[in-house]
């Protein structure tokens, strides 16, 4: 336990005085909006999906590029019957029993009635993806969440989604034994009671004892038209427990379900508003941190986000970048 005590000012003094780092370099195909990545297992190629032409992904043989724009993964949309169903949002790649998984979410902005869904396929390549619709979790104006930005952890063989956005933030549900379909109810692992509860596009990853929750908070969009006051624009924040279904806390001790979160990252220099988040393991850099940013050299239009990453320095027990 005093070790514990230590870790938290000693990573916030390492995080005060380097600052944030810049994000690596990318080359080639580096607009995007909620990317996800995965690196197949036959040849090592690096695959990055991101939000909308129903899911749009590209191929590099490194992080850093050159990204080449495969097209669009489910270029007929979703099968599911909702509004919004041909245009697809933030996607979640990972490798199940040897196949690729990416789940999206179906909605309109600002709308409740929402889904996530889920496609696979066994190689990746154009035209292999195969629809599977809803995966179960779904929302409507009755329900406390918002059935968005899935993101499936794997815990010894037993899955969960984490998901949410906004209205009651962040929720987890368990999945199956094929992560295909929802299992049991769902349940809050964070809220922000400040504000518009403004949390959501959550990512959980473990690093030693610890699961660490990983989400974005702030106004995400429409930066060309209407910037939000300092501070309120999207950042990076996230909070630890040694269980992966809750008990998440800051590096003050703050529950998550209290509002709590420490910033990762936030707005500096030519950076403006990360966020959409997600932790790739990467065989040479270790873990990384990847992200959207706005570059404010080249524009705020959603349209113009750029991909971006950073090696993730977790020996103080909180993730530096």
Not at 20 to 35: E, K
């Amino acid at each position: 336990m005093v070790v514990q005590k230590l870790a938290t000012p000693i990573a916030l003094f390492t995080a005060l005085v380097r600052g944030y780092a810049n994000p690596g370099s990318c080359s080639g195909a580096c607009n995007v909006h909620d990317p996800s990545l995965v690196q197949r297992t036959s040849d090592s190629l690096y695959f990055r999906f991101s939000t909308g032409n129903e899911i749009s992904y590209a191929s590099a043989s490194s992080i850093k590029g050159p990204w080449t724009t495969i097209g669009s993964m489910l270029p007929s949309g979703s099968s599911i019957d909702l509004a919004g169903n041909t245009d697809l949002w933030a996607p979640d790649a990972h490798i199940v029993d040897d196949l690729y998984y990416v789940y999206y979410s179906v909605s309109t902005f600002g709308s409740q009635s929402s889904a996530i869904g889920l496609a696979t396929s066994a190689t990746m390549e154009s035209g292999s993806w195969t629809d599977h619709g809803s995966t179960g979790i779904a929302s409507s104006s009755s329900k406390a969440y918002n059935a968005i930005d899935g993101n499936l952890i794997d815990v010894d063989g037993t899955y969960y989604m984490n998901f949410g956005s906004f209205w009651h933030d962040i929720y987890q549900a368990p999945m199956n034994s094929a992560a295909t379909k929802v299992a049991s109810s769902s349940y809050n692992i964070a809220y922000n009671a400040t504000g518009s509860h403004s949390e959501e596009g959550s990512y959980m990853y473990k690093y030693g004892s610890y699961y660490y929750l990983f989400f974005s908070s702030g106004t995400c969009c429409g930066y060309d038209t209407s910037r939000p006051a300092a501070g309120e624009e999207y950042k990076i924040m996230v909070c630890r427990s040694t269980s992966p279904t809750g008990g998440f806390v800051d590096a003050s001790g703050i529950a998550c379900t209290s509002s709590g979160g420490t910033v990762v990252l936030r707005s500096h220099g030519t950076v403006y508003g990360p966020g959409g988040q997600g932790v790739f393991t990467d065989p040479s850099l270790g873990p990384v941190l990847y992200y959207h940013y706005v570059d404010t050299t080249v524009g705020y239009a959603d349209s113009q986000k750029l991909f971006g990453w950073n090696q993730i320095d977790f020996s103080s027990g909180w993730p530096v970048v």
